[in-house]
């Protein structure tokens, strides 16, 4: 016995004295793997997408020069930073609430310098400085850290950022329609470079916000000990136990029967099949019992629940990255003001109920969504003011508003004021739409126009013809 277990040490011994000088050739080989890593294939994503569609823009603002090809030039380096700041972000922790002004602090600073080229004395390209600078806060969505973070996630921001930018772009689009096709070209591909470029990208590859520390790293100390490190040596396992034959008739006659053999063995083994049900007595029936009656119980109906729910999440009225108010989830609130804002920020109202909101001041842009019960007071809007999904709004405009437009919404009161009888407004999916408009003396009551909600089409001389139904009395 002795002699057989010492047999067996030495051939451990062996064995292991041969695997140890191939366990640390893997150590180089991987190592080079980890260098020659390939790309991120988010990154190269990012690379063809600029290369393309900011490939486009630049190419554009080569053709016109001056200032337009200077804010260019500051796009394709806010577009390098965030570029670094990906990388940067897969090989360092999240940071905290502390330490993200620092994270974000390059791409800061070329918005910042952005911004101070639209600045000052206007010259002959303001709207293309206004919408290349507008755009920038695209670049945002990657200080997302959360739905608790205060801003829109990363694909809903990128389109909320746009619209800023949209303003002074569509203004460059009319004024070269017939003019000049470069300043054209280089509005449309500023446009596609976010809409769906960086839209796309991002749902693509973030929509949830930057990935942080996937990157992992190895020190050379944790690798040589690895490499080192040999496992103990076990003996050999003892053969197992010859297997019994599996249908040898001892282990067959032994073992007791199961499921429906057993059934059928238990029916035909002649017992009495009901000795163990227990007696029905007369007092357990149905019909002889007491507390029985043929009488049906009312019960109180559940009232059924509002087909547009509210959430319950916590009110808020801030201002978030300088650029958006938002007032969410107040109820019943009548007293809600804003009064610090200029015509570059943007008011986003959603799942207010019973509630009044004034805005005091010029804003770009106004939007109502999913509100019951509503009452906006606005002064101006340099681009538009949209309700969308609420039931029983009112909207008064005391100033002017370019366009208005309502769209799947159900009863909406819209008060405009003299400066703003000239509004467009467009109406889509909805129903009970009036427009209240001053009265011709200073002291007449407000004239109210409904909405038509429909029409009729009919096709004649080669189209369609679409009027809005009337109704004469007889």
Not at 314 to 343: F, H, T, Y
Not at 388 to 396: D, F, L, S, T, Y
Request: aromatic share 6%; net charge neutral.
């Amino acid at each position: 016995m002795e002699q057989q277990l010492l047999t067996r040490l030495e051939a451990a011994v062996a064995r292991l004295e041969a695997l140890a000088p191939a366990g640390s050739a893997p150590s180089a080989s991987s190592r080079d793997l980890t260098d020659a890593a390939p790309l991120d294939p988010a990154i190269s994503a990012f690379d063809e997408m600029v290369a393309n569609s900011l490939g486009r823009v630049s190419a554009a603002a080569g053709k016109i020069g001056g200032q337009v090809l200077d804010a260019t030039k500051t796009i394709e380096e806010a577009f390098t930073v965030l570029k670094e700041l990906l990388i940067t972000a897969k090989q360092r922790q999240k940071p905290d609430v502390a330490g993200l002004p620092e994270f974000l602090k390059p791409l800061n600073d070329v918005i910042l310098k952005a911004n101070s080229m639209a600045e000052g004395k206007r010259s002959e390209y303001f709207n293309h400085l206004k919408a290349a600078s507008d755009s920038l806060t695209a670049l945002a969505w990657i200080a997302y850290m959360g739905k608790d973070c205060g801003m829109s996630m990363p694909i809903a921001h990128v389109e909320e950022s746009w619209q800023m930018a949209e303003f002074y772009n569509n203004k460059i689009l009319v004024e070269y329609r017939n003019k000049n096709p470069d300043h054209v070209e280089w509005a449309k591909a500023l446009k596609e470079l976010y809409l769906p470029g960086l839209r796309d990208y991002v749902k693509s590859f973030y929509p949830l916000g930057p990935a942080w520390g996937t990157v992992a790293v190895v020190s050379s100390s944790s690798s040589s000990s690895a490499i080192t490190k040999v496992p103990a040596a076990r003996a050999p396992a003892p053969p197992p136990p010859p297997a019994t034959p599996l249908f040898s008739p001892e282990t067959t006659s032994s073992r007791p029967k199961e499921g429906m053999s057993a059934v059928f063995e238990e029916i035909s083994s002649g017992k009495s099949t009901t000795a163990g049900l227990r007696k029905v007595t007369d007092d357990m029936k149905t019909k002889n019992r007491a507390d029985r009656t043929g009488v049906i119980a009312a019960t109180e109906k559940s009232p059924r629940a509002n087909s547009f729910s509210f959430s319950r999440a916590p009110p808020k009225l801030e201002l978030q990255m300088g650029r958006k108010w938002a007032v969410e989830n107040q109820i019943g609130k009548k007293n809600l003001v804003i009064d610090d804002c200029d015509s570059k920020q943007s008011v986003y109202i959603f799942g207010c109920k019973d509630s009044v909101l004034q805005v005091k001041g010029k804003v770009n842009n106004i939007t109502v969504d999913k509100c019951n019960k509503m009452g906006i007071v606005f002064t101006d809007v340099v681009a538009a003011c949209e309700v969308v999904n609420c039931n029983g709004v009112e909207v008064q405009c005391q100033g002017s508003a370019p366009t208005i437009s309502v769209d799947n919404t159900s009863g909406c009161q819209l008060y405009l004021s003299s400066s703003s009888l000239g509004a467009s407004i467009t109406t889509a999916k909805s129903s009970e739409i009036n427009v209240l408009v001053p009265g011709a003396g200073p002291d007449s009551d407000w004239v109210e126009h409904s909405l038509p909600q429909q029409f009729v089409h009919t096709f004649k001389d080669g189209e369609m013809r679409t009027s809005p139904v009337s109704h004469s009395g007889a």
